[in-house]
């Protein structure tokens, strides 16, 4: 059986509490960066094809230019974004899984709302509660839990 803890981290120093708003903001900025162009592809379909019925008897080519997964847009982020020099430099500190996982969940985000299972995606803003994902083991004492910082 797995479970899972819900806890509030109380981080030693700075080095560490510095390394988690990183990887934090880095998954917050990427997902709103996959939110941002999924829907601008939307409303380019919508634009293009009011009427829904007549877009889903478009061939599957056709209908997929409309729609980016997650590592579609990983490779896109990767080889333009990147090499472009865009985007801050200090997006390149956080865990490659930080980055990877935001896209899984942004992509996740909008299949559970084409489905109709949840509202449209909203953009993840500061204030809101946040998660962050590390590669590496977490190790859990008896009343310290150890990060792979």
Not at 111 to 137: H, M, T, W
Request: hydrophobic share 35%; net charge positive.
């Amino acid at each position: 059986m797995t479970r899972s803890y819900k806890t509030k981290l109380h981080v030693a120093n700075d080095a560490q509490n510095d390394f988690l708003v990183l990887c934090m903001a880095v998954k917050r900025k990427l997902y709103n960066l996959y939110r941002s162009v999924q829907f601008g592809l939307l409303e380019t379909r919508k634009r293009l094809y009011p009427d829904y019925d007549a877009f889903k008897e478009l061939p599957k080519e056709t209908r997929n230019q409309f729609y980016i997964s997650a590592a579609e847009f990983e490779k896109v982020f990767n080889h333009v974004i990147r090499v472009s020099g865009s985007y801050p430099a200090w997006w390149d500190q956080a865990p490659q899984k930080t980055r990877k996982q935001a896209f899984r969940d942004a992509e996740r985000a909008f299949q559970n709302y084409f489905k109709g299972l949840a509202e449209e995606p909203r953009f993840k803003g500061y204030r809101a509660r946040q998660a962050a994902y590390f590669s590496g083991s977490i190790r859990i004492q008896r009343d310290r839990i150890r990060l792979p910082l």
